[in-house]
């Protein structure tokens, strides 16, 4: 019988949810804090390697759907009165279907066309947002902070925020490994090793890859709707960071692409590494170019990342390791 849970995907949550309950444990909002960025980070990586990592589409403006999503859901919270669940529903539904749309045009392409297409949409979206009244325009949009009465109070709210992305984080990890598992993402990694000979295999591409698409674009959208409604407010600058996309390409290729526990490793280590470097006297101005650095080492003595390097060095873990 085919086994369905492997041993690491207890081992990957185990790890989130043990990372998690720990401010919980000690009631420290300062490692709250903490902990919420590096679960979010965890989540954004793990959304793009369900495209990056299994379909080998290498996107630079895949953070236009956590902007997008919560300006959606931004606006669904502040101005129409939804409640925090609806709204978070909202954005990821919005960031779906923008990317069902985009997949249509932008998928045909391949390699470095695609690329240059995802970046040139990040700075269109951001342009577009700048420029729509009904999202605040350049100033952006404030939550009012009666509306987290509704929660408990501002403190409270601060916590179902955290459980909440906890919760999605959860999701997106259990998700990437069944699309990996699952028929539909053996017709991704086929199209990522070679598009024309999984379509004489009778691969649906276009199709496979347009709803890979919108799987990894749906999560960032809710993130981001989470984001800044813990945040409580929302500007086009913070919504749409083109060096966000490139810190969730580094965290990918770092951890292992196309693998589970991959993106949750690399996004780990990259978040640690880049709090140890904006606070350090020495590197705080030059945090980016450790990335790129970073990025260039990974693609040439590393490709498989982390998660590749462990798995051919101990065999005894591939049972465990994915």
């Given amino acids: 019988?085919?086994?369905?849970?492997?041993?690491?995907?207890?081992?990957?949550?185990?790890?989130?949810?043990?990372?998690?309950?720990?401010?919980?444990?000690?009631?420290?909002?300062?490692?709250r804090e903490t902990i919420f960025t590096l679960l979010l980070a965890v989540g954004l990586a793990s959304s793009l390697n369900i495209l990056l990592g299994y379909t080998g589409y290498v996107s630079f403006g895949h953070i236009v759907f956590f902007g997008f999503g919560g300006y959606v859901g931004f606006y669904l919270l502040s101005v129409q009165g939804w409640h925090l669940a609806l709204a978070v529903a909202g954005g990821g539904l919005a960031s779906g279907a923008l990317a069902f749309l985009l997949g249509k045009a932008i998928l045909k392409l391949r390699g470095a066309y695609f690329a240059l297409a995802t970046l040139g949409i990040n700075e269109a979206m951001r342009s577009l947002i700048i420029n729509l009244d009904t999202f605040g325009g350049p100033l952006g949009m404030n939550l009012n902070f009666q509306i987290y009465r509704d929660y408990g109070g501002a403190a409270q709210a601060l916590w179902t925020t955290y459980w909440a992305i906890l919760g999605l984080v959860v999701a997106v990890v259990v998700i990437s490994y069944l699309?990996?598992?699952?028929?539909?993402?053996?017709?991704?990694?086929?199209?990522?090793?070679?598009?024309?000979?999984?379509?004489?295999?009778?691969?649906?591409?276009?199709?496979?890859?347009?709803?890979?698409?919108?799987?990894?674009?749906?999560?960032?959208?809710?993130?981001?709707?989470?984001?800044?409604?813990?945040?409580g407010n929302i500007e086009p600058v913070d919504a749409f960071p083109l060096v966000k996309s490139i810190e969730m390409i580094v965290m990918v290729m770092l951890g292992g692409q196309g693998t589970v526990l991959g993106p949750v490793l690399g996004a780990l280590g990259y978040e640690r590494l880049r709090g140890f470097l904006l606070t350090s006297e020495i590197f705080k101005d030059v945090h980016l170019a450790v990335a790129g650095v970073l990025l260039l080492v990974i693609v040439l003595f590393i490709p498989s990342g982390a998660v590749g390097w462990i798995r051919s060095r101990f065999h005894s873990l591939r049972g465990v390791v994915e």
């Fill in 179 to 231: 699309v990996k598992r699952s028929k539909f993402g053996l017709g991704l990694m086929a199209v990522r090793e070679d598009q024309d000979a999984a379509e004489v295999m009778g691969v649906a591409s276009a199709n496979a890859k347009t709803w890979a698409f919108v799987l990894s674009a749906a999560f960032p959208g809710m993130l981001g709707v989470l984001f800044f409604f813990k945040n």
């Fill in 1 to 31: 019988m085919k086994r369905t849970w492997y041993p690491g995907l207890w081992l990957i949550l185990a790890i989130v949810i043990g990372m998690a309950i720990i401010p919980a444990i000690t009631g420290s909002a300062s490692l």
